[in-house]
Every structure is written in C-alpha cells, then in structure tokens.
C-alpha cells in the first residue's frame, strides 16, 4: 500500500501521495494541491522543493556521498578518465571499448571551430571577461547548426549525439581561443592525437614553436577537475539549464543560461574566492596565523572550507588533493608563498578542534583554485573551467527534460505582497 501525507488546511482533509525515490529520499507530491485547495506552498530558494525527477546524481551531503548513475565517484577517479565519465553521465551507462573509441572520435571532430565563430570570439574586447564571451559563444552555436538547434525537442533529440559531441569539445576549444585573444596571443588549434585534457592546455598554453607538454601528472589534475565537476544533481545552473530546456529551448541555449547562472559569485566563483583570500592573506604580510584567529573570532571569513551540500568531509576533495599534490610535484613547485599559505590553513582545519566540530574541512573549490593557480591559469578563467566540467551534465539534464514527452513548462508560483488595489488619482 503506497504511503500518502494528510495535510489538514481549512475545513478540508487532504491526502497527498508520498513519492520515494531509489535511495529512499521521500517527498510529499503538491502537484494538486494549489487545483484542490487553493493553496500553493512556499519555499525560498527551492531549498525544500524537488523539482524533477531525475536518474543522474544522488548525494547524500550528511554522510558525504556523490555518485553518478549509481557509481561512486571515487570508483569512477580511480577507473575512468572525464570523457568515459561523461558519456556515463550523457548516456547512462559507461562506455564500452568501442562506445568509448566512437565517442572520442566525435570529440576529435567537433574540437575546431568555424571560422565565424573564430571571428565571433575576436571580436570581443580584449578585456572582456571569459564567462561573458563562454556563454556569448554557446548560444551562437545554435545560428551554426540550425538543424541540431532547432528549439523543436523531437527535432533536437534525433540529432542529439552530434549535439553532444560539439558542445562538449567546443566549450574548451571555445574557452581556449578566449583566452587567446584576451591576452593578445595567435590561436592554437587542437591536435588530434592529443587526449580532452591535453588538447585543452595545449590550445591554452602552447606558443610558435613551443608546444605545450602537459606533464602525465597535470594532465591527470586537469582529467580530475573536470570529472569531479562534471555533475552535481538541481543546482542553481543545473536547475537553470532544465528550466530554459522546459521552454522547447534547444541544447546550446540551455548550456549557455547555465553559464550565466554559474557567472553568479555565489555558486561558480568558490575556487576564485579562495585565491583571492590568499592574496589578501600574504598581502597582510601573515603566514594564515592570524587570519585563522580573526576566522575562529568571526572577523574573517575562511573560503573553501566546508560546503553547503555536504555537511562532513566533500567526498571529492581527497581525491583532487592527491593529484594536485602529484602535479605540484611534475612542476618542481616547492617554494610557493600562497601554496605555503594554504598549507596553513589546511593544517589548522585538520586539527584544530574549533574547525573539526563545526566540520570545515577542505572541499573542492580549495584544492582546485590551487590547482589552477599553480598552472597559471588566470582567475578570470576559473569559472570557465569549472563550465568545461559540468557541461556533461548539463548535458544529461536538457536530455532528461527534452525526452519526456510529460515535461510541462517550469513555472513557479509567487505570494503577491504588493499593493492592494488602489484608484489612480486625477491628473492634476
């Protein structure tokens, strides 16, 4: 017998059906309610709200949990390289060898881009900020394959595997060649024998006659930054991107709201914030000593400690630490004034009880600001790179919205607290 919910409101007694999902989470479903009552519920910030269901990402933040379509994340970083995972988290299944290799080839072929699209991206200031130009580019990729993107889901979703494939190898070709040009430098391009990561720090970083070889260790951070970021179920761009695709948009619409959401320095600007406090930190002359204090004193705030989803240690923190350890290592990199001041502040978080108790341990955006500080990428491109990650999943969700042939149209309700009605007065 299926549970239901009575909600007593008024002179009525209303029985609502509980929904339990695979993991045992359990919502109580309003879809009625505002149809039989009148009454809508209200929740600020959607915290309390399930908006979809979905089969992509569970965690469970109390116990420290991440997994993608049932795996868990530290199986998939230690078995997988990004482009497996986001197939698994595209398709729903891991690849098999012959999946992986088609898969690949697709990428290969969709890395470069058009030469409008080249002259698109040029043509923007030098200093105009990465994230702007991103989702700019997105979007326009919709004018350059109008049959792919034609804001038709039945259409969109027969040519969802070409889809795919240019979204996700443009967005780090796209990220790239802006880089490019807000620095003044001629454009790479990608190299077909180069794997996702080490095409990507070749487009960024290799000069005339120079090339950039990614050591096998910083090509693994890269391969680990993104994999860690690649899906993390309804948040705010996530839940962006499933609420423009609701609408009929098409793939790169979507992906590009997402960008926008992602812009905002309360969601995607995490790892930023964390250079920033260290900057702050070694312009002050200290060594993280005092800025622990002043943080314990409520005088400071420590950034990348702790997270709002995952209230004990974030499951994808251990593993980005041991290849950004690894990297540092390739590099020759021992004597670095912001990585000792990090250090720091790691040691203080470990032991010092005050952090333990209130469970402030180091989480991704900590050990990946670092990441890309230590291979000189700017700050301005940190959001970039963590959009380059999440497209697989963003990905995932416009095809869960796209494919149900039930979706209707997001569209919240809103309590009015505005003026009651009121005569207009004469004009005088």
Not at 24 to 50: P, Q, S, W
Request: hydrophobic share 40%; aromatic share 10%.
């Amino acid at each position: 017998m299926s549970k239901t919910a009575t909600l007593k409101i008024d002179d009525q007694e209303l029985e609502l059906p509980v929904i339990v999902g695979s993991e045992g989470e359990k919502a109580v479903d309003v879809r009625k309610l505002r149809a039989t009552t009148g009454y809508i519920t209200y929740d600020e910030g959607f915290g309390n709200t399930g908006s979809c269901q979905s089969e992509i990402t569970y965690i469970d933040g109390e116990v420290g949990i991440l997994r993608y379509r049932g795996y868990p994340i530290e199986q998939l970083s230690e078995k997988c390289s990004f482009v497996e995972v986001a197939y698994l988290v595209i398709y729903g299944e891991l690849p098999t060898v012959e999946q992986r290799e088609r898969f690949s080839a697709a990428l290969t072929e969709q890395a470069p881009l058009r030469a409008g699209m080249e002259r698109f991206i040029q043509n923007f200031p030098r200093d105009a900020h990465p994230m702007a130009v991103l989702s700019s580019s997105l979007n326009a990729l919709g004018a350059y394959y109008p049959n792919i993107a034609s804001n038709n889901h039945k259409r969109d979703l027969e040519h969802f595997d070409e889809a795919a494939a240019i979204a996700l190898s443009k967005v780090r070709t796209i990220a790239a060649h802006t880089y490019r040009v807000n620095n003044g430098l001629p454009l790479n391009y990608p190299k077909k024998d180069l794997g996702y990561s080490e095409n990507f720090l070749h487009l960024m970083f290799s000069a005339p006659y120079d090339e950039y070889v990614a050591t096998p260790e910083v090509a693994a951070a890269i391969n680990f930054f993104f994999l860690l970021h690649a899906e993390h179920e309804q948040n705010c761009s996530t839940s962006i991107v499933r609420m423009v695709a609701s609408a009929g948009a098409n793939l790169f619409a979507s992906a590009a709201a997402g960008v926008n959401a992602l812009w905002g320095p309360l969601h995607g600007g995490a790892n930023q914030a964390v250079l920033e406090m260290l900057n702050a930190i070694h312009a002050d002359g200290d060594d993280g000593s005092k800025f622990i204090e002043a943080a314990k004193n409520g005088k400071a705030r420590l950034m990348g400690f702790g997270h709002r989803v995952y209230k004990n240690y974030d499951p994808r923190a251990k593993i980005i630490k041991g290849s950004f350890d690894k990297a540092l290592d390739s590099l020759g990199i021992t004597d670095d004034s912001l990585l000792d001041i990090a250090r720091n502040l790691e040691a203080a978080a470990l032991s010092d009880d005050y952090f333990i108790s209130r469970k402030l341990y180091p989480n991704v955006d900590f050990y990946s600001g670092l990441i890309m500080n230590a291979l000189k990428i700017p700050v301005e491109m940190f959001t970039v790179m963590f959009a380059i990650g999440r497209m697989p999943g963003w990905i995932a969700q416009w095809h869960e919205v796209a494919s149900n042939p039930k979706a209707k149209i997001n569209r919240p309700r809103q309590i009015y607290v505005g003026p009651v009605p009121r005569d207009v007065p004469d004009v005088v």
